[in-house]
C-alpha cells in the first residue's frame, strides 16, 4: 500500500518517544478548522479516530506555544456524558510546530490516575513536539483529503490491521474495505519514509535514537 507501512512505524515510534512520560492514553492529530484531527492514539477506538473541536486548555496551549498541564482534585466516574480530557486527573496538552510559528498540530497526554507532570515532562513534551513538526507537516495536507471512512482506515492501517480485520471494524464487507484501502493509499502515496522520520530526541535522563 506504499507509504502506509511507514505510517505503522511512525506511530510504533512515536508510542517509544513518549515512554518515558506518564500516561494511559496519547492522542496526536492536526489543527483544522478549529477542530483536532486525530492522526494517531495510543488505542483503537473509533472516537478517537473522530474530529473533535478544541477544548479552552488546548486553545491557550496552541495559542501561547507551550505545553500546558490541567490537573484535577477529584475523578468522575465514567457516564455516557464522559469526556476523558475534561474528566481525567492529569492532562498535558503540547503543541506541535516549528520553533517561533504557530502550532499546526497538538498531542494530548493524559494519565487516568492522580499523577503530577514534572518540569522535565513539560520540557521533554515541548521539544517533542517540535521533533513532530515535518510528520504532521506531511500528513495533514493528504490525511485532509480522506473523508470520514478513509481516514479511520488510515488510523486503523497504521496499527497494522488487515483487510479483513479492518473491514470487522468499520462494519462492512471485505470489498468495500478493500477499496476504502486503496483509495488511502492513492491520496498518501506522496507521503516519503523521510518524511515520517523522528529526528533524533533527548530522552529523560538518556539518549535514544528512535
Known amino acids: 500500500m506504499g507509504q502506509l507501512p511507514d505510517l505503522q512505524e511512525a506511530r510504533r515510534r512515536l508510542g517509544l518517544a513518549l515512554s518515558s512520560v506518564c500516561h494511559d492514553r496519547w492522542v496526536l492529530g492536526y489543527l483544522r478548522n478549529g477542530a483536532l484531527q486525530p492522526i494517531a492514539a495510543s488505542e483503537v ?3 478517537f479516530m473522530q474530529t473533535r473541536p478544541l477544548m479552552p486548555p488546548s486553545r491557550r ?10 490537573n484535577t482534585i477529584f475523578e468522575k466516574p465514567e457516564t455516557s456524558e464522559y469526556d476523558w480530557e ?3 486527573p ?4 503540547a503543541p506541535v510546530g516549528e520553533m517561533g510559528h504557530r502550532p499546526i498540530g497538538l498531542l494530548i497526554i493524559g494519565c487516568r490516575r ?5 518540569e522535565e515532562d513539560v520540557a521533554y513534551t515541548h521539544t ?3 521533533s513532530l513538526a515535518p510528520l504532521v507537516t506531511a500528513l495533514r495536507g493528504p490525511l485532509s483529503k480522506l473523508n470520514v471512512s478513509e481516514g479511520e482506515v488510515a488510523q486503523l492501517l497504521s496499527y497494522g490491521l488487515s483487510t479483513q480485520e479492518i473491514a470487522r471494524a468499520i462494519r462492512t464487507d471485505d470489498r468495500h474495505a478493500r477499496s476504502l484501502v486503496d483509495n488511502v493509499t492513492k491520496k498518501l502515496r506522496s507521503v516519503s519514509a523521510d518524511d515520517l522520520m523522528f529526528p533524533i530526541v533527548q530522552m529523560k535522563r538518556r539518549a535514544f535514537r528512535l
Open 45 to 47: 477506538s473509533r472516537r
Open 61 to 70: 496551549a496552541l495559542y501561547e506555544k507551550r505545553p500546558l498541564v490541567i
Open 86 to 88: 475534561l474528566d481525567w
Open 90 to 93: 492529569a492532562i498535558l496538552y
Open 114 to 118: 492522580d499523577h503530577w507532570y514534572t
Open 128 to 130: 517533542l513536539g517540535y
